[in-house]
DNA sequence: TCTGGGGTCCTAGGACCC
DNA sequence: TCTGGGGTCCTAGGACCC
């Protein structure tokens, strides 16, 4: 039996990285834009308006404090874009002219040429993730992180939680992180995770959506099923085929056929989806399961022909996951390897150790076997190394030193982690 | 020059043990 | 000689999500 007084939020940011971005640059509030490739620009347009932009009204040099000044046509535009980046977010003026998310930046800037190009700027976003997840958890600690722009929020015991079904809640929340970030979000309220995925999509931008059991036919029915967090686009290619569009063709299906067509476990699972059933708590604290790093070449490269830079990039890849590892303080004994082909297949190989490690060389030397066991005659596009089946450095017996400023460079030390050996 | 990077979870087969 | 389970760990691939 359900708790009838089940209230879970979902909270999502709206137009996240932009948003961020605005606050920053004004300016360019209201223009074609695209977030993308990986250049910081403050830098140049700072020395590029001291060395031959317009003064200052006060005559002064341009600097860091003045980023709102900006002229507008001294911003990067998507033509001057070369390399094989890809978008992270367009907004609403450029999408107008068909570019999107996960578009090829080349062929971006063939679509919307004058679009202005900003660089992904992941820590300023984590600075301002930070911030909101720190207002919802002063209010409603009951709170599962799901990224850097959405949390899920358990309201059924917060104070208040159950006012016009969660609203009350939902408005406190939107105006205390409007005051303390300047950004706005979306709020679905509903009986589960599911559903309150989808209820806060209703009313994008700043919307808050409330919905009850009793609105399933009304209101998620005739959604795509798509929309389901869950089903993606193969899986909706499968239910197309198969003449299901929408969620309420999903529902009408019998479990079993649904068992029989998707398996025991994806079917019980969609036929329980369409009909609004999710128990799933929301999970305040998780322990990461692997740590990873990988890179797209510049251009694709072969192992007997670039082996000198693919022996650079590989072993910065090792050094970087032993890194992450030390900084968050786990250790790991699964290390393995993902080469992507030039035709974007993908090949993994992986290792399990006896000993955990954290070590840079001793990662490198497991995946370096690892490698050896696919196939490296092929045109090579990306490289990338894993360590998997963690556990807590304290755990392991081992003295870490956990630096939770993830943002500020790291002195490198030239000893050796204990990984037995 | 189409197609990034960092994750989680599931499946399925094989090894190995009882 | 042939025939069984169950359980766990490891490995490779794939779907999906942000």
């Known amino acids: 039996m359900t708790d009838p007084t089940r209230r879970i939020a979902h909270l999502d940011m709206d137009a996240f990285y932009a948003s961020v971005e605005w606050l920053r640059y004004p300016q360019l509030k209201g223009l074609p834009m695209v977030i993308g490739g990986a250049r910081r620009v403050e830098d140049e347009l700072i020395a590029r308006l001291n060395q031959d932009g317009p003064a200052r009204p ?6 860091e404090a003045h980023l709102a000044e900006i002229p507008v046509a001294m911003f990067p535009r998507l033509a001057d874009y070369v390399g094989r980046g890809v978008i992270t977010t367009a907004t609403y003026p450029a999408r107008q002219f068909g570019v999107g998310s996960a578009m090829g930046l080349m062929k971006a800037a063939r679509l919307c040429p004058q679009a202005i190009l900003l660089p992904v700027d992941f820590a300023e976003y984590r600075r301002y993730s930070r911030a909101f997840k720190a207002v919802v958890r002063d209010i409603a600690p009951h709170m ?12 059924t015991q917060v104070p208040g939680g159950q006012r016009e079904g969660g609203r009350v809640l939902a408005r406190l929340l939107q105006k205390s992180i409007l005051d303390a970030t300047g950004l706005s979000c979306s709020i679905g309220v509903a009986p589960n995770k599911l559903i309150a995925k989808m209820a806060s999509e209703f009313h994008k931008p700043g919307g808050i959506s409330v919905v009850h059991d009793s609105d399933l036919q009304g209101l998620i029915w005739p959604l795509a099923c798509r929309k389901i967090n869950g089903i993606g686009p193969k899986a909706d290619a499968r239910l197309q085929g198969h003449g299901i569009h929408t969620i309420g063709e999903l529902a009408a299906r019998e479990r079993v056929w649904l068992v029989a067509h998707f398996g025991k476990s994806y079917g019980a699972w969609l036929h329980d989806a369409a009909w609004g059933r999710d128990e799933r708590p ?9 740590m990873s790093r990988e890179t797209t070449f510049d251009r694709d490269l072969l192992a007997a022909r670039d082996r000198a830079e693919l022996g650079v990039i590989f072993t910065e890849l090792c050094t970087q996951v032993a890194e992450d590892l030390r900084r968050k303080g786990y250790l790991g004994k699964t290390i393995g390897i993902k080469l992507r082909y030039d035709n974007f297949q993908i090949a993994t190989r992986d290792q399990t150790i006896a000993q955990p490690t954290q070590d840079a060389r001793r990662i490198r030397q497991v995946a370096g076997q690892c490698l050896k066991r696919v196939d490296l005659t092929r045109r090579l596009r990306l490289l990338g190394v894993r360590v998997g089946s963690l556990i807590k450095a304290d755990a ?13 460079p790291l002195f490198q030390h030239a000893g050796v982690a204990p990984d037995g050996g």
Do not use: C, K, Q
């Open 396 to 408: 392991a017996g081992a003295p870490v030193a956990v630096d939770t400023h993830a943002d500020l």
């Open 58 to 63: 006060d005559g002064g040099p341009w600097s």
């Open 282 to 290: 929301v999970v305040t604290e998780s322990e990461p399961v692997s």
């Open 144 to 155: 599962e992180d799901r990224g850097v722009d959405e949390v899920y929020i358990d309201f």
